[in-house]
């Protein structure tokens, strides 16, 4: 079955510089989810849309942006990047009622971004 | 405002030997609970679901947990672990919402050695 991509896997960036990480949602769902994990922390919600709006708001700096387009894929952008940027960057992405039985997440592997 | 606690931070178990991750949950209103699971520089994974009906609910690799209301937990148990199951595993809790964020403990993480 089609899972979550994200793009890239990994990326290197030097303070200050910008990132824009890509996520392609599971076919037919409609919500996509961004999250956050810290080296040997757990996922920290950032942000999330349903039907290309903003549906939640968690801990994202305002440095960070995000938006969903028509085909429904998403993109965060990253921008004045800073050390404590480095983590991994979980995209997820879930189909809500009625086509949706469960709000369940499905998560994609993630991209991991390294800011040196 | 909604919150998990996993009392465990690291769980050593020997083959064959069953486990249980303990995970409580704080909320004022009907949670859905789950249990994902995460192998070394992997995504997410999802082992189980609560959603309702049966207090007890059986996932992926022979997993299963039990909700229990009046205690706030849902504790993941096997009954015997392989090697293979040496991950972090995280329990989240949501409100269950469309676009709604999935509310992560901080993991326990289970070796299981020979």
């Known amino acids: 079955a089609a899972g979550v991509i994200q793009s890239p896997r990994h990326l290197i960036k030097e303070k200050r510089e910008t990132a824009t990480l890509k996520c392609y949602p599971i076919?037919?769902?409609?919500?996509v989810y961004w999250y956050q994990q810290g080296p040997g922390q757990d996922p920290q919600f950032l942000i999330s849309?349903?039907?290309?709006?903003?549906?939640d708001k968690g801990s994202i700096p305002d440095r960070f942006s995000a938006q969903q387009f028509s085909d429904y894929h998403s993109e965060l952008n990253m921008s004045s990047l800073e050390l404590g940027d480095s983590a991994l960057y979980f995209c997820?992405?879930?189909?809500?009622?009625?086509?949706?039985?469960?709000?369940?997440?499905?998560f994609g592997p993630g991209t991991r971004l390294t800011v040196t | 405002a909604q919150s998990v606690t996993q009392l465990d931070s690291q769980v050593p178990v020997f083959e064959e030997a069953p486990v249980e991750l303990r995970c409580n949950y704080s909320?004022?209103?009907?949670?859905?609970l789950f249990w994902y699971v995460q192998y070394p520089n992997q995504g997410l994974q999802l082992l189980l679901k609560?959603?309702?009906?049966?207090?007890l609910v059986k996932g992926i690799n022979g997993f299963e947990a039990e909700f229990n209301k009046s205690q706030t937990s849902f504790h993941l148990r096997k009954p015997s672990v392989h090697i293979s199951d040496t991950a972090e595993y995280f329990c989240?809790?949501?409100?269950?919402?469309?676009?709604?964020?999935?509310?992560f403990g901080k993991g326990t993480t289970l070796s299981v050695s020979s």
């Open positions: 997820a992405s879930s189909l809500a009622p009625p086509l949706g039985s469960t709000y369940e997440q499905y």
């Open positions: 076919p037919r769902h409609d919500t």
């Open positions: 849309f349903y039907e290309k709006m903003q549906s």
């Open positions: 909320s004022s209103v009907s949670v859905y």
């Open positions: 609560y959603l309702s009906g049966s207090t």
């Open positions: 989240a809790v949501s409100v269950g919402q469309a676009g709604t964020a999935l509310i």
